[in-house]
């Protein structure tokens, strides 16, 4: 079936830090793949997607890059803030007959640090 | 306006009771889902509906039963709680069943079961 594996955190870093988070995934077909942020005490919300190969989701400084060659899509931000600090999930999802079923991946917790 | 609500956001109760989740989403989609975050955050889907219908049921013990009496509302009522019940509960929504769409997530129902 289909898998995200994510980079084992916690990771802690202070402000200004540039960040990765390793996301890679299996899947049969073409998934749309996605980051979620989780802050403290609320629901995930979307932080950025693509849906075809060597596209590129970015928002709020975040980006990450659909490569099919590696099977990855990792998170990346050049200068971390506090406010960042929160729990990252990446997704993927085959469409098809999979319906919205994301496969999530088991989230990176964030702390950074003034 | 909150796009998508849920109800209790948190539920303390004990062994063997019956409870229920109940969830609103205002955004006009047609597919919604609940989704479980354990106490390690990982988070895994139970169901979907699109118009109504259920699409998606993961492997999910009988006890657990969702309704969607129209496609705005999906509600989860759970019997015979049981102590590994106790988790993060999420609904969310989603134009579209196809998985390319992102998903809107609620706070999430903190249940605990003592």
């Known amino acids: 079936g289909d898998s995200v594996t994510q980079m084992e955190g916690p990771v802690t870093l202070s402000e200004e830090a540039f960040l990765t988070i390793n996301c890679t995934y299996t899947?049969?077909?073409?998934?749309?793949l996605f980051w979620y942020v989780q802050y403290p005490g609320e629901g995930l919300q979307l932080l950025l997607k693509?849906?075809?190969?060597?596209d590129k989701g970015s928002n709020k400084g975040f980006e990450a890059t659909y490569r099919k060659e590696t099977t990855s899509f990792h998170l990346e931000k050049g200068s971390v803030q506090v406010s960042d600090s929160a729990v990252y999930f990446c997704?993927?999802?085959?469409?098809?007959?999979?319906?919205?079923?994301?496969?999530f991946g088991q989230g990176t917790i964030l702390t950074v640090h003034p | 306006d909150t796009a998508v609500s849920q109800t209790p956001k948190y539920l303390v109760t004990q062994m063997g009771n019956d409870k229920s989740i109940k969830c609103e989403q205002n955004?006009?989609?047609?597919?919604m889902y609940w989704y479980k975050q354990d106490s390690k955050k990982f988070l895994k889907i139970m169901f979907s509906?699109?118009?109504?219908?259920?699409?998606i049921n993961e492997t999910v013990p009988n006890r657990f039963s969702p309704k969607s009496p129209d496609k705005a509302h999906l509600n989860l009522h759970i019997n015979s709680l049981e102590l590994g019940d106790s988790a993060v509960y999420f609904c969310?929504?989603?134009?579209?069943?196809?998985?390319?769409?992102?998903?809107?997530f609620g706070n999430g129902t903190r249940l605990t079961v003592t």
């Open positions: 899947a049969t077909g073409y998934p749309s």
């Open positions: 955004l006009g989609h047609d597919t």
């Open positions: 997704a993927a999802n085959a469409g098809g007959t999979s319906y919205g079923k994301l496969t």
């Open positions: 969310a929504s989603s134009q579209g069943s196809r998985g390319h769409s992102p998903l809107h």
């Open positions: 693509a849906t075809k190969a060597d």
């Open positions: 509906y699109n118009n109504k219908e259920l699409i």
